[in-house]
């Protein structure tokens, strides 16, 4: 592989890039030791607030720290005004999308996206058909993730619109960077990113439907403390001031959700709902789970409660869908995307798989429902009996594929044992959608792979995070 | 506030005051054996730690007899024992987790803390790092008491973990008293001997009161002023009296606060008021086995209350 762009020193060349001269040259002066001792300092905080994650399958360790690394990825004012525009863009193509797949289907007449794969998506749902959520929002929190290969080379690696978490790391560790590195943030205008639990909290209340009054009463649903994302799920419950509630906290009566509280049932008016679609009611969805509530779907057909997001949103984060995504954005928008998608083959496509399997060495491979780094092959780093697993999986159901080119991602210098090293990042941004508009919060989660030359970014796989500045003019 | 809050606030309450209580048995388990006296004493002594506890059935059903080892790593760590205290750290520490948001930052480190703890000590078998380990579990439990006077807001989720405390420790106080007065002294040992004498002052060094005792009754100690103290006397934290007393009193904060009062206040008023009666002579007149067995089904009545009015 060729060597990869650096965020610090670009492209090969030892040149410190201009946004990072000051942290580059802090960096060059800082003992080592003072970096190493501000990270033992963050781990200890981290543990002793609980700051953790659960990880699937792994009953054992059932809780542990995402590893965060103490120095700073910095996005200059220009590169974030455009990723901002190209975020903004493409979740509000991504909201008509759903809106229009739910409605008139407009662009399944059209062609721009084929009928079968949207209609027999398993994230379709045909409950939801004809049916529209309180103000027309679909999308309501979106992660999209971005990488890059060089300069000027910003690729959307995936769109997350169903639950996308990892917001409560991007706000802890922008908190630990200025308890640890105060002179940094004198020296550096880093625009802050506190505003987004209020702007969640706008954006909720915004939403809410008609039936609810002034003052409409919003929580978070979460699963339980056992999910992967418990920590976040109380963390932002927190951070707006609701309550924090699982499914046998709420009834449904008349088609209206209520709360069991110590004063007896409270109306519910807006739910963040951090369940999937398969579990938030088992008489509409899957009947085994215990997660949900009873009735739940009646009431929002009913218009009486918002979800956010709302239900069906998983057809337009399947991989297979984001490959159409530039024609959805010229569909529904009249305009180029801002964002490039990562150039994919569509395994469905016989010439596509065609050209996969001759090259699965080179290439890395999704399944097109599959999150979090499971189940995918990245084709330099595997075993000849992994290809051939993969080969004979492909084969057999090439629609449930898609395989993209390894892409170069950009390194950032991480603290690794003894000193600096270049570990490969991505990032995922946070977009909001309401009525009332379309907000970016300047930054997002930075993931790092820890591992050298590792390409895996997921903290399910060993990745960690480090605080994301987004720099002002 | 959400019913499940309030019952996970109530049980991390009740949870953490019996970690602490738990290792107050253990603590005076290991003063009593070390008593210059027969062999049996020991036993009686860690036998008497399991009966305190209220988990004899559990204890005998597990096949186990009472010795030290046996004693020390079923109260403290056991595996097949669900009040353990290690159980009930972590039960604390996942009621806590489980509303997060409705505790202070400094009362959610003070009980993440202590799970920690926990698993960074391990299961010391040695005495002296028993020892140090039941420390540990008392310090715990005063940051955890210290955290939630000093950060909590006085609202429902204060009362609501007060709440469970206090009910617990009005338990706790009553099984310690029942203990003494069934168990505790050997076949052949004279009531009012040095045993006797020994037993009673190691219970209240138990509930940290021995100096209390002096203090309030500037006497030697005997059997009848114990009681008075740990059931009536209202100057003392632990006693049955002090805990309904602050029973009462949280119940009618939630009341005010609700603008509601119902079967929970009704029933714990009642019973304070005839505290406010009692006298230490009619209780061991008409026997304070009885009356305390009376006490425990009376709070054991209060706890469905509670559940019922505000739990579910």
Not at chain 1, 411 to 423: C, Q
Not at chain 2, 170 to 181: G, P
């Amino acid at each position: 592989m060729t060597k990869a762009f650096d965020e610090m020193t670009g492209g090969g060349s030892q040149e410190v890039r201009d946004s990072y001269r000051a942290l580059g040259a802090w960096l060059e002066q800082a003992p080592p030791d003072l970096l190493r001792a501000r990270s033992r300092q963050a781990e200890l905080f981290f543990r002793r607030m609980g700051v953790t994650f659960a990880v699937h399958g792994d009953a054992e360790s059932n809780e542990r720290l995402i590893p965060f690394d103490v120095v700073p990825r910095i996005i200059d004012a220009a590169e974030w005004a455009l990723l901002e525009k190209g975020l903004k863009q493409r979740v509000t193509a991504l909201n008509a999308f759903l809106r229009d797949i739910y409605g008139p289907q407009e662009c399944l007449r059209a062609g721009v996206v084929p009928t079968d794969l949207i209609l027999t998506n398993p994230q379709y749902r045909p409950e939801i058909q004809g049916r529209r959520p309180p103000g027309d929002v679909w999308c309501h929190i979106a992660g999209i993730d971005l990488v890059r290969t060089g300069e000027d080379g910003f690729y959307v690696l995936e769109d997350n619109v169903r639950t996308p978490s990892g917001v409560s790391y991007m706000l802890e560790n922008r908190e630990m960077m200025m308890r640890l590195f105060p002179d940094l943030f004198a020296e550096y205008r880093v625009r802050p990113v506190d505003a987004y639990t209020d702007s969640l909290l706008r954006s909720l209340q915004a939403s809410a439907p008609a039936t609810a009054g002034a003052d409409p009463t919003i929580v978070v649903l979460t699963p339980g403390p056992f999910n992967s994302a418990y920590y976040e799920h109380s963390f932002l419950a927190d951070k707006l001031g609701v309550e924090l509630i699982q499914g046998g906290d709420l009834f449904v009566n008349d088609d209206t959700v209520f709360m069991r509280t110590t004063e007896g049932p409270k109306r519910v008016d807006v739910i963040y709902r951090r369940i999937d679609d398969d579990f938030l009611d088992p008489l509409t969805f899957r009947p085994d789970s215990t997660v949900g509530v009873p009735g739940l779907m009646a009431a929002y057909h009913a218009g009486r409660v918002t979800l956010a997001n709302a239900v069906g949103t998983g057809v337009a984060d399947d991989k297979a869908v984001y490959t159409y995504m530039p024609e959805i954005i010229r569909f529904f928008t009249g305009e180029e995307a801002l964002l490039k998608n990562v150039p994919t083959w569509r395994c469905r496509e016989p010439e596509a798989l065609k050209a996969v399997l001759g090259q699965l060495d080179q290439l890395v491979v999704k399944e097109v429902g599959g999150s979090g780094g499971y189940g995918m092959l990245v084709g330099p780093a595997a075993t000849k009996s992994e290809i051939e697993d993969f080969r004979a999986r492909l084969i057999a159901d090439p629609d449930d594929f898609i395989a993209q080119p390894t892409l170069s991602l950009s390194t950032a210098p991480t603290l690794d044992g003894g000193g600096l090293a270049a570990r490969h990042v991505d990032l995922r941004p946070f977009v909001l959608t309401s009525p009332a508009g379309t907000r970016v919060t300047p930054g997002g989660l930075t993931r790092v792979a820890l591992k050298p030359g590792s390409l895996v970014v997921n903290s399910s796989q060993g990745g960690g995070t480090k605080d994301t500045w987004v720099l002002n003019d | 506030m959400l019913s499940r809050t309030a019952d996970n606030l109530y049980w991390a309450g009740r949870y953490m005051e019996r970690a602490d209580f738990l290792a107050r048995i253990l603590e005076a388990a290991i003063r009593l054996a070390a008593l210059p006296a027969r062999d049996e004493a020991a036993v009686t002594a860690w036998a008497s730690a399991i009966a305190s506890s209220g988990v004899k059935g559990a204890f005998d059903a597990a096949g186990r007899t009472p010795s030290e080892t046996s004693v020390r790593e079923f109260l403290a760590f056991g595996g097949d024992n669900p009040t353990s205290i290690k159980a009930c750290i972590t039960r604390a520490r996942t009621n806590a987790r489980s509303v997060r948001t409705a505790l202070t930052v400094e009362l959610w480190e003070a009980i993440n803390g202590a799970w920690n703890g926990l698993n960074e000590i391990g299961e010391p078998s040695r005495r002296d790092d028993f020892v140090n380990f039941l420390d540990f579990v008392k310090s715990t439990a005063l940051a955890v008491e210290g955290a939630t006077s000093r950060t909590m807001l006085r609202n429902d989720a204060y009362w609501f973990l007060r709440l469970g405390m206090a009910i617990e420790r009005a338990d706790n106080t009553a099984r310690l008293l029942d203990v003494k007065y069934h168990l505790l002294l050997p076949p052949g040992e004279r009531i009012g001997g040095q045993l006797d004498y020994f037993q009673w002052e190691t219970l209240l060094r138990e509930v940290s009161a021995l100096t209390a005792y002096r203090w309030v009754y500037r006497e030697s100690v005997r059997p009848w002023l114990v009681a008075d103290l740990l059931l009536l006397n209202r100057q003392m934290p632990r006693s049955l009296a002090s805990c309904q007393g602050m029973i009462v009193s949280y119940l009618e904060r939630l009341a005010a606060d609700y603008g509601r009062r119902g079967p929970a206040q009704r029933l714990a008023s009642a019973r304070l008021a005839r505290f406010n009666e009692a006298r230490i002579e009619d209780i061991f007149q008409s026997g304070l086995h009885e009356y305390i067995q009376a006490f425990l089904n009376e709070n054991n009545a209060l706890g469905a209350a509670i559940h019922e009015q505000y739990l579910v």
